[in-house]
C-alpha cells in the first residue's frame, strides 16, 4: 500500500519527517473521531491507542489549533543549500555563496564535502552533489562548484492532482478497509475484482486497454444516466453522502511487489557486508 505514495513522495520532495508528521496527526483523528465517542479530548486515552508519546499528542493539537503554523522540515538537499547561502564559512564578499571545490586541499579552505558534513550529518557527499546538480540547483565551474538556486526544486504537481490523489485514495482505502472490518456481507460496499490468471503480453495488455476504455466508458455512462434519472428521489433535508464508482486498470510492476530484504541480496548484500 505505501511502496507506490512513498515513491511519489520521494519524487516530490517529501521527506519521512515531514510524512511522519503529518501521519501523527491523522493518527490522532482518527482516535478521536472513531474511538473516543464520549466527545471529550483525553491526551492519554489518545496516547495509548495511537503508541505516540503524551507530549507528541499534545505537539500534534496544538498545531492543529494553530491556524498560523507553518514550520517546515527540510529535505537535505534544502538544508544544505540554505547552510551555503547563509553560513560566513561558505560566503564570499557581499553574502554571495562561495564556488566550491569538492575536498579542500587545505585546513581552513571550504569545501563541498564540509559543507555538506556540517548541514547534512551523514549523507554522502557525491550522492548530494549529484542531485544538487540534477535539480539545477548547483552547476560546475572550472572543477568547483556553484550554488545558482537557493531552493532546491522539485518537479511539482499541480494542486489539483495532488487533490486527486488523495481524494481516490482516500476511497479506495476507506472502501477497502471497511469491507474488511465488517463480518456481514450485506453491510459491505460492491469490491470486485477480475484479472489475468497468468498475466499477460505487451500486445495484450494494449488490447485489454483499448478495450476497458470503449466499454468501462459506457458502462460509466449509464450509471451516470442512472443518477441523473433518480435525482428527484433524493428528499430535502435528509442526510445525502458522496458516493460513486471508481475503475482503474491496473498494472504491476513486479520489482516493487519484492521485498527490501530481496533488493539487498540481490545488489551483493548480506549480513556479513554490514
Known amino acids: 500500500m505505501f511502496k507506490p505514495l512513498v515513491r511519489l513522495l520521494i519524487a516530490q520532495g517529501v521527506t519521512h519527517a515531514e510524512f511522519s508528521e503529518t501521519v501523527k496527526e491523522v ?9 473516543e465517542t464520549d466527545g471529550k479530548v483525553n491526551k492519554s486515552r489518545i496516547a495509548i491507542l495511537t503508541g505516540l508519546t503524551r507530549k507528541e ?6 498545531r492543529s489549533l494553530t491556524s498560523d503554523f507553518k514550520e517546515k522540515t527540510y529535505s537535505r538537499p534544502a538544508r544544505v ?11 564570499g564578499p557581499y553574502g554571495i555563496p ?7 586541499s587545505g585546513v581552513d579552505q571550504a569545501s563541498f564535502i564540509e559543507l555538506v558534513r556540517q548541514y547534512s550529518g551523514d549523507m554522502a557527499p557525491r550522492q548530494m552533489l549529484n542531485q544538487l546538480i540534477e535539480s539545477g540547483s548547483v552547476i560546475e565551474v572550472d ?3 556553484k550554488a545558482i538556486n537557493r531552493v532546491y526544486q522539485h518537479s511539482k504537481l499541480s ?18 478497509a471497511k469491507n474488511i472490518d465488517k463480518k456481514d456481507e450485506g453491510e459491505r460496499h460492491f469490491d470486485r475484482m ?8 505487451e500486445e495484450v495488455l494494449e488490447l485489454f486497454n483499448q478495450y476497458i476504455r470503449q466499454h468501462g466508458q459506457r458502462f460509466l455512462e449509464e450509471l451516470d444516466v442512472w443518477f441523473s ?3 428527484e428521489l433524493n428528499k430535502p433535508g435528509e442526510e445525502r453522502k458522496e458516493t460513486g464508482l471508481y475503475m482503474v486498470h491496473y498494472v504491476e510492476d513486479q520489482g516493487d511487489l519484492g521485498t527490501l530484504q530481496a533488493l539487498l541480496t540481490e545488489r551483493g548484500v548480506g549480513e556479513d557486508s554490514l
Open 143 to 145: 572543477g568547483r562548484y
Open 57 to 62: 499528542v499534545k505537539n500534534v493539537i496544538d
Open 27 to 35: 493518527y490522532v483523528e482518527t482516535a478521536l473521531r472513531h474511538f
Open 98 to 104: 562561495l564556488e566550491l571545490p569538492y575536498e579542500s
Open 159 to 176: 494542486s489539483s492532482a495532488i487533490r486527486r490523489l488523495g481524494e481516490v485514495g482516500y476511497r479506495v482505502f476507506s472502501t477497502a
Open 194 to 201: 477480475v484479472y489475468a490468471d497468468d498475466g499477460c503480453t
Open 229 to 231: 434519472s433518480r435525482r
Open 81 to 91: 543549500l540554505t547552510g551555503w547561502y547563509s553560513d560566513p564559512a561558505f560566503q
